[in-house]
């Protein structure tokens, strides 16, 4: 499993993890700036300057994970990772691809008080809290004012024996190959389009999800409406609006993508929309403007796409979410 250790800069969080791998046998200290420093010696000076955060790099998403997996395969565990992450799309993609891989994953903040932090000299207080707010929704925070390294680490210590800081993330689907998936359009009066933000990727998404070996396309998509949304659909009651080829890109899968339209939702159906707290964190009606904001440019233009057809009552075949197929 993976101890992380989040709080603002100059909370302690090196210090007490390193107390913390003298609680916990087995366990090993794992720092994701180490990742950092590689990068910086490796990329082009164009890519990444010495100064930029590298969190903001994918490349430091995508490989502290592959990193910790791999550690985790020599030693017996828990590695513990003091690493500061203020950006929730940020906390998303890492602890999703950690859970992926399989790894449970135990969030703590050290939270000390600001006339504190300032003293330390604890930068991007303001960073911390504004990310405080969506911090006490995921993590255990830890009041960590007057407390020395060691109390800190044992107080860690008896909260994952109690279990406390779990963080409940949906594992996603494993494996390299292609998928085929399902989504849902589904609508307001307004003719907005539904959207949901899951808590194991950085982006938001439609309702909808991998088909399952056997299972019929048109099923999946009514059985993913019913555990995301609580909502129960009619397969009759489905139109399919677009067919998407979707290329594999990074650690991603590709394959078909499909979305339906499920039609409207009466103020009733909306008002007993219920979502899974381990695999999603909340829902929205947006514009399609609005949607450029908060989806990735592949599945903006997937939407796009779908909602012309829907206008047009027609049926589009895309591939990277640009209508192919016409000679």
């Known amino acids: 499993m993976i101890v992380w250790v989040n709080g603002a800069f100059g909370t302690g969080k090196t210090r007490a993890c390193r107390e913390l791998v003298e609680l916990l046998p087995g366990s090993l200290l794992f720092?994701?700036?180490?990742?950092?420093?590689?990068?910086?010696?490796l990329l082009p000076a164009d890519r990444l300057e010495p100064a930029a955060d590298v969190r903001d790099v994918a490349a430091w998403r995508r490989l502290v994970p592959e990193v910790a997996a791999a550690l985790l395969g020599e030693v017996p565990g828990p590695l513990v990772v003091?690493?500061?992450?203020?950006?929730e799309d940020h906390r998303d993609e890492i602890f999703g691809s950690l859970a992926s891989r399989?790894?449970?994953?135990?969030?703590?903040?050290?939270?000390?008080?600001?006339?504190?932090?300032?003293?330390?000299?604890?930068?991007?207080?303001?960073?911390?809290?504004?990310?405080?707010?969506?911090?006490?929704?995921?993590?255990?925070?830890?009041?960590?004012?007057?407390?020395?390294?060691?109390?800190?680490?044992?107080?860690?210590?008896?909260l994952l024996s109690e279990g406390r800081a779990r963080c409940p993330i949906v594992r996603s689907?494993?494996?390299?190959?292609?998928?085929?998936?399902?989504?849902?359009?589904?609508?307001?009066?307004?003719?907005?389009v539904l959207l949901v933000d899951p808590v194991y990727k950085p982006f938001w998404e439609f309702p909808g999800g991998v088909v399952e070996r056997g299972e019929a396309p048109t099923d999946a998509a009514v059985r993913?409406?019913?555990?995301?949304?609580?909502?129960?659909?009619?397969?009759?009651?489905?139109?399919?609006?677009?067919?998407?080829?979707?290329?594999?890109?990074?650690?991603?899968?590709?394959?078909?993508?499909?979305?339906?339209?499920?039609?409207?939702?009466?103020s009733g159906a909306v008002g007993r929309l219920r979502l899974p707290a381990d695999e999603l964190r909340g829902w929205r009606f947006v514009t399609l403007d609005e949607a450029a904001t908060l989806l990735p440019p592949?599945?903006?233009?997937?939407?796009?796409?779908?909602?012309?057809?829907?206008?047009?009552?027609?049926?589009?075949?895309?591939?990277a979410g640009v209508p192919a197929g016409r000679g």
């Open 102 to 158: 399989g790894l449970a994953v135990h969030h703590f903040v050290l939270d000390a008080a600001e006339t504190i932090l300032q003293e330390r000299g604890a930068e991007h207080l303001a960073d911390y809290r504004a990310a405080r707010r969506w911090l006490v929704r995921d993590a255990q925070l830890l009041d960590v004012d007057g407390a020395t390294p060691r109390q800190t680490a044992q107080r860690i210590a008896e």
């Open 298 to 319: 592949g599945r903006f233009r997937r939407l796009a796409a779908a909602l012309g057809a829907r206008e047009l009552g027609e049926l589009r075949y895309l591939e």
């Open 224 to 266: 993913e409406a019913a555990e995301e949304l609580g909502l129960y659909l009619e397969p009759g009651s489905l139109r399919l609006l677009t067919v998407d080829w979707e290329p594999g890109t990074g650690p991603g899968r590709g394959g078909l993508r499909l979305v339906y339209d499920g039609g409207r939702l009466g």
């Open 31 to 41: 720092d994701p700036e180490l990742v950092g420093a590689g990068l910086r010696r």
């Open 82 to 87: 003091p690493m500061t992450l203020l950006r």
């Open 173 to 192: 689907h494993d494996g390299l190959g292609d998928t085929v998936a399902a989504a849902v359009l589904l609508f307001d009066e307004r003719d907005r």
